[in-house]
């Protein structure tokens, strides 16, 4: 009997497909592994940030060398690390497959 109102057959054949799909068709397989297995983003190598271009990492501006008075940099914020645009910070080049969710669940107790 079915649970979902279908016929019972249906879950067998889902079965069976998935068991010989991958025996009958290797190469298909492969590629959809290839597709789908996370990969690492170039540009920040897959740490979801890169070095700020202002201060080089520093978090600051100024200094002895260049006359200046030290002061936070602008662009960063004083972190020395922007978020890394073609992966959005996460890391994952192809993070579409793999999107953080918008509630993780990992809030304070009772949220």
Known sequence: MASHG???????????????VPLAFP???RAARKILKPRRCDRCRGVGNNLCRLCKGRGKQGGVFTGLPLVKCRLCGGRGRQKC?????TGLANHWL???????GWGPRGS
Do not use: M, N, Q
Not at 7 to 19: D, E, K, M, R, Y
Not at 98 to 104: A, F, I, K, L, Q
């Open 6 to 20: 279908g016929p019972a057959w249906i879950g067998a054949v889902v079965s069976v497909a998935v068991l010989f």
């Open 27 to 29: 190469s298909l397989t």
């Open 85 to 89: 645009k073609p992966c959005e910070a």
């Open 98 to 104: 793999y999107s953080p969710v918008s509630d993780g």
